[in-house]
């Protein structure tokens, strides 16, 4: 029903910079909060930023200051930059974001594939 293609992830050196991108497609009706996550060999996912569809961030609080999430409602894509980045942000990377197919259905959870992001020191 619906599909998200990510991009962006790769290899970085230690204060580098990389943006990821998330586009969703399939049958959307509506999107509510979009968010990235990301998990490390050995650790469980974990929230790194949403956003909800008017705008409102949060972030963990080891990327603050250096991430910024945002959206473009328009294309059904949400971003994450990222910025000084630090080896310890070595992990795969998830979008993620509750979608309603139609007006009739309740919004579900959907992730994305997942992409690598490697920061080396």
């Known amino acids: 029903q619906v599909q998200f293609v990510e991009s962006g992830g790769g290899l970085v050196q230690a204060g580098g910079s990389l943006r990821l991108s998330c586009a969703a497609s399939g049958r959307i009706f509506s999107i509510y909060v979009m968010a990235w996550y990301h998990q490390a060999p050995g650790n469980e996912r974990e929230l790194v930023a949403r956003i909800t569809s008017g705008g409102t961030t949060n972030y963990a609080d080891s990327v603050k200051g250096r991430f910024t999430i945002s959206r473009d409602n328009g294309k059904n894509t949400v971003y994450l930059q990222m910025n000084s980045l630090k080896p310890e942000d070595t992990a795969v990377y998830y979008c993620?974001?509750?979608?309603?197919?139609?007006?009739?259905?309740?919004?579900?959870?959907?992730w994305g594939q997942g992409t690598q992001v490697t920061v080396s020191s």
């Open positions: 993620n974001a509750f979608i309603r197919s139609d007006m009739f259905d309740p919004p579900k959870n959907y």
